[in-house]
Nanobody
Framework: QVQLRESGGDSVQAGGSLELSCVVS????????MGWFRQVSGKEREGIAS????????IYHDSVKGRFTISQDNAKNAMYLRMKDLKPGDTAMYYCAAEPSPVNSLPTLKSSGFSSWGQGTQVTVSA
């Protein structure tokens, strides 16, 4: 079973930067669709970035394009989300997600495309 451990959430001022990490255990890292989601209380979980670790293909939600960067480190079994130019609207609980796949797959921003979830890490951006 895939296990995910997120870290890196913090409180920052608008314009600041943060990097979230998600360490994977329990499955072959290079055979995972992975994603970053965020959720504000009372709203639906929103997919913001996703990557297929087999070849590094990735996609972003329009709201974070040019500001957020998703990446992977195969040696560390880890996925990252580098966030810059943070805005108060980015305030949310951020979740790492993963879906194992023995065959080549594609990234997706749909939560239904993932079966394993981390516990979440809070990002708060103040004006």
């Amino acid at each position: 079973q895939v296990q995910l451990r997120e870290s890196g959430g913090d409180s920052v001022q608008a314009g600041g930067s943060l990097e979230l990490s998600c360490v994977v255990s329990g499955y072959t890292f290079r055979r995972l669709r992975m994603g970053w989601f965020r959720q504000v209380s009372g709203k639906e979980r929103e997919g913001i970035a996703s990557i297929w670790t087999g070849n590094g293909n990735y996609i972003y939600h329009d709201s974070v394009k040019g500001r957020f960067t998703i990446s992977q480190d195969n040696a560390k079994n880890a996925m990252y989300l580098r966030m810059k130019d943070l805005k108060p609207g980015d305030t949310a609980m951020y979740y790492c997600a993963a879906e194992p796949s023995p065959v080549n797959s594609l990234p997706t921003l749909k939560s239904s495309g993932f079966s394993s979830w981390g516990q979440g890490t809070q990002v708060t951006v103040s004006a």
